[in-house]
């Protein structure tokens, strides 16, 4: 068995995620997701979709986006 990294449970079927920057050891995707998902940089929901970049800064979506002042991003075309 393995420990999660995020909430420390011993379990039998946890794995492992391997990224660039390192990765970790979970017991379920929603630990997974709180430790690798980045944040949205207005209201800082993390991001399990392909969500929008701008300028090096992330967003769940171009609501987001525009509240923080971005201009031409698009939910939709």
Known sequence: MATC???GNDYDKSFTVKTVDGGGT???FECAIHALAPSCAHC???IIG???EHDGKMYCCA???RKSGVI???DRV
Request: a negative charge.
């Open 72 to 74: 031409g991003l698009d």
């Open 63 to 65: 609501h987001c986006a």
């Open 44 to 46: 800082q929901c993390k």
């Open 5 to 7: 990294d995020v909430c």
């Open 50 to 52: 392909h969500g929008s």
């Open 26 to 28: 979970f017991d379920s």
